[in-house]
Structure formats: structure tokens, C-alpha cells
């Protein structure tokens, strides 16, 4: 085969060098990425085929791809795509990538609301099946990750979601529609739960929120491609990360129903001042998850049963 010929396989091995040289943490990962991306191939199906040859679309776009994550840039915002839980995203600058953090965040919530219909008795005692609506209300949507995967995975569950970025509005509603979650996902621009019809108040199951919470001292420690890419508006949670949480807070603890509960992502170095917060706040009793790396990552604050 002629050496100007650019197959699946030179092509790899090339990318991996190149992208190694200039940083890249894991070059090999990203070299797959952007060729999936390109070719609309799988991994297995890279492999299998790494003699083919790439067409001039196929190499034009994979010489852009490299060169801007040769630069540091995420490989989301290059590709437009981010896989979360079982639903694919868009993305772009201006709004935060979804993190495997973040989906034990929609795993904890989704597993402490109704997901089944279930009976009641009227006043002749004929059990009478019906579908119960579950109220979520998700703050900080961002690319309406969390209220796209709870609604897509629990059909019950309806879900306001908001954020005070044009941009972030903007992004989610185009997932929800994507998605074709239109009837169960509203996606309302405001700040934190301004935006909430007032026939919710009260009557919510839970509140959920992956808020702004790396403390500012700790952003110059966050990699690269984060600090220089990523809203920093969506990473910087004041001096000690809790600044929108402690506002999140009183208003979950008024908006929730009896026995509903509010569960937030939050810095590793925060959770036991924000479990302190939600209780001096009224909440019966708090609850620290850790993620798959061990580190605490989601708290759980229920509101007490009248």
C-alpha cells in the first residue's frame, strides 16, 4: 500500500505519538476517540478494520480534531458528544461536561423515589391502579444531564429543571428534545428555584443539584483542560465550595414535601460542613455517598414526615 495512503491503522498509531508528545495523558484513548468520532466506527470495529483506507472528509476532520486536542481542549467539546448513564448528550463550550460523578448523583436519587404504579383504595375499598406523577425539581441543570436521565429512566418522575446560564437553558432543551422528553423535562432560565411554579411548592419528592462546589483555592489545582476550557461559572463555588449550596438549601427544605429529600454533588472536602448546614437548616436527617473512587461526593438530607 502506497505510504501516502492514511489507513485506520497509520492513522492511529500517528495520532497516539503525536498527542503523547504534546501531554496528553492518555493519547491512545483520545487517538480512538477521534477516530470513532470520524469514521462512526466502534472501537472493535477500529480494529477490526485497521487497513481501510480514510476517506478526505474522514482525515479532514481527524487533522482538526487532533491539532485542538493537541491544544488542551476536552475531547467532548471537540466530538459535540458525551455519553451519560445510558443517554448521549451534546455539548459545548460554555457549558460543563458531564462526569461519571455526577451519574451516582442520578443512581442515589433514582433509587429512593417510585418508579412502579401502585394501589389505593377508595371510600368502597375497590383498589383502584394508578400512575402516580413524581415532582423533581434539578437545579444547575447544565446540559440537563441529571433531569434528562431521571426522567428517561423512571417514566413517573417529572422533572423542572433550571439554571441561570442562557447558554446552559439553551443546551438542555435542545437535549431534552433531542431525547424526546418534551412532555416530562420543562427547562425554565432562572436562578436556582425562582422559576418554580408556585403549585410545586411543597408538593416536590425531591430536590437534586450538582451546584458550582470545587473551592476557588482548589481551581489552580483542577486539570488544564478543565480550568482553561470549562465555566468556571459552573466549577467555582466560593471560598470553601458550599457559596449556592447554603442558598440551595432553605429553599429545598421549604419546597419539598413532607418525607421528600434534597440530594446534592459537592466537593470531597465539603460534605460533612454541608450534612452540618442541611441539619441546622431543619432537614430530620443527612447521609454521605461516596463515589467509585471512595471519596465523598453526594449528600442526602431528608425532610422530616408530618
Not at 377508595?122 to 402516580?132: G, K, L, P, S, Y
Not at 439553551?170 to 432560565?189: C, I, Q, T
Not at 432562572?190 to 411548592?201: F, I, N, P, T, Y
Not at 419539598?256 to 454541608?274: C, I, M, W, Y
Request: aromatic content about 4%; proline content about 5%; some cysteine.
Amino acid at each position: 500500500m502506497s505510504a501516502d495512503i492514511w489507513t485506520i491503522g497509520r492513522m492511529l498509531e500517528w495520532m497516539q505519538g503525536y498527542l503523547a508528545k504534546r501531554g496528553d495523558e492518555s493519547p491512545l484513548v483520545s487517538a480512538r476517540w477521534l477516530l470513532s468520532h470520524a469514521t462512526g466506527l466502534s472501537n472493535m470495529q477500529l480494529y477490526l478494520d485497521l487497513k481501510r483506507p480514510l476517506s478526505p472528509e474522514e482525515l479532514d476532520a481527524l487533522r482538526a480534531g487532533v491539532k485542538r486536542r493537541g491544544a488542551g481542549e476536552p475531547l467532548q467539546y471537540i466530538t459535540g458528544t458525551a455519553s451519560f448513564r445510558h443517554i448521549e448528550l451534546s455539548v459545548r463550550e460554555g457549558v460543563l461536561i458531564p462526569r461519571p460523578e455526577t451519574e451516582i448523583l442520578v443512581s442515589e436519587v433514582l433509587s429512593r423515589l417510585p418508579s412502579r404504579r401502585y394501589n389505593v383504595s377508595d371510600a368502597d375499598d375497590d383498589a383502584e391502579a394508578i400512575e402516580r406523577t413524581v415532582k423533581v425539581v434539578d437545579l444547575c441543570t447544565g446540559t440537563g444531564c441529571v433531569a434528562c436521565s431521571l426522567a428517561h429512566e423512571n417514566p413517573l418522575i417529572e422533572v423542572v429543571a433550571t439554571d441561570v446560564s442562557v447558554a446552559c437553558v439553551e443546551l438542555a432543551r435542545e437535549n431534552v428534545g433531542a431525547l424526546g422528553l418534551e412532555g416530562a423535562v420543562a427547562v425554565v432560565e432562572c436562578d436556582l428555584g425562582q422559576g418554580v411554579s408556585e403549585a410545586w411548592l411543597g408538593a416536590i419528592d425531591a430536590v437534586v443539584s450538582n451546584p458550582p462546589y470545587v473551592p476557588t483555592s482548589v481551581l489552580a489545582e483542577v486539570p488544564a483542560e478543565v480550568r482553561d476550557h470549562e465555566p468556571s461559572l459552573a466549577l467555582d463555588g466560593g471560598p470553601d465550595g458550599l457559596d449556592v449550596f447554603r442558598r440551595i438549601v432553605p429553599w429545598a427544605h421549604a419546597a419539598l414535601k413532607s418525607g421528600g429529600f434534597l440530594a446534592v454533588e459537592l466537593h470531597e472536602t465539603t460534605l460533612d460542613e454541608a450534612a452540618a448546614i442541611a441539619r441546622a437548616a431543619g432537614f430530620a436527617a443527612t447521609k454521605v455517598v461516596r463515589d467509585l473512587a471512595g471519596r465523598s461526593r453526594v449528600l442526602i438530607a431528608n425532610k422530616e414526615e408530618s
